[in-house]
């Protein structure tokens, strides 16, 4: 069951073909350097440059299999495209193009989640089918990127009960806004990591962890942010210079420190340790250290996505999730209809929507 999988959630323009699991193509075009000069994602320049760079990526998707686009979209079964969340504008991009190749080439559309993208990201494998990791339901599924801070239970295939998610920023998001206010350039979560395992991860100065010891699964950042902005404005230049490496390791610590708190918790209240974990910010080896703790502290395990399908967000994960949504029949019924939706939820009764 061959599939084009096109993504375009943010500022990463994203092709693929997947058979089942295996990925036989994947092509990203990256948008980074267009908008660091400009500290965060740009929506109008992230549109001008999918639309620029869109048909290029899906052909050379299809060169990788060496066949020309005629004899490639023949020999594909479906079409899979992000429809959300992401920005709306970005996301119209893929969407549009997914319309424009269905109906040429007569085929079926097949929407996906962006997040349950990257929960699939922990199963996806190579030209060989490596890693041979088989599903073993239930999972709980912690997601953590610039845009999304998620807990999920993973019931059994593209059925999912979220149990907790950010009510303001998310983890993702504020290592950037953290790495902004110490002129670190963005995107700073790399940065953030290297500096603070050069200070040996140790938590300095101790900013506040929002919710920690609130009942729910719920997380926040906003508060830490804003305490973390006030300590640093207080401080000379000089100071934050020569603090720097400290600053970040508190900051980073504070925000791990919540991701942590809350997962364990999830483990303990649902008695599920087996634990998948998706979304860029999972590329910080230090979390991924932490998370393998915690999950071996309750007799569990941490899966992490191959590394290629971490750094970025990528079409790959969208057509393995694609495959098993067309076991299930779910397909777009009206093609013609077919719209972004920048704020869609993995939540049970959003999705079946």
Known sequence: MPILAIDTSCDETAAAVTEGRRVLSNMIYSQVLL???WGGVVPSIAKRAHEERIDFVINEALRK??????????????????????????LEVGINKAKELARKYDKKIIPVNHMEGHIYSCFVQNKSGNPKREFDFPYLALLVSGGHTELVIFKNHVDY?????????AAGEALDKAAKMLGLGYPGGAVIERLAAEAGNKDFYHFPRPMIKAPALNFSFSGLKTSFY????????????????????????????????KTEKAIRETGINRLVVGGGVI????????????????????????????????????????????KKGILAV????????????????????
Do not use: C, W
Request: glycine share 4%.
């Open 35 to 37: 908008h660091k000069k």
């Open 65 to 90: 299999l060496r066949l020309d686009n005629n004899s490639s979209f023949s020999n594909l079964d479906y079409i899979a495209v992000t429809i959300g969340p992401g920005l709306a504008i970005a």
């Open 161 to 169: 009960q979220m149990i907790g998610a950010t009510i303001d920023d």
């Open 230 to 261: 006030y300590f640093v404005k207080k401080m000379s230049d000089k100071e934050r210079a020569t603090k720097v490496r400290e600053l970040a390791s508190s900051f980073q610590e504070a925000v791990f420190d919540s991701l942590l708190n």
């Open 283 to 326: 590329a910080n080896q230090y979390l991924r250290k932490k998370l393998r703790q915690l999950t071996k502290r309750n007799r569990g395990e941490a899966i992490f996505p191959p590394f290629k399908y971490l750094t970025g967000d990528n079409a790959a994960m969208i057509g393995v999730v694609a495959y098993y949504k067309a």
């Open 334 to 353: 009206d093609p013609s209809k077919l719209d972004r939706i920048p704020r869609l939820s993995l939540s049970e009764k959003e999705f079946k929507e």
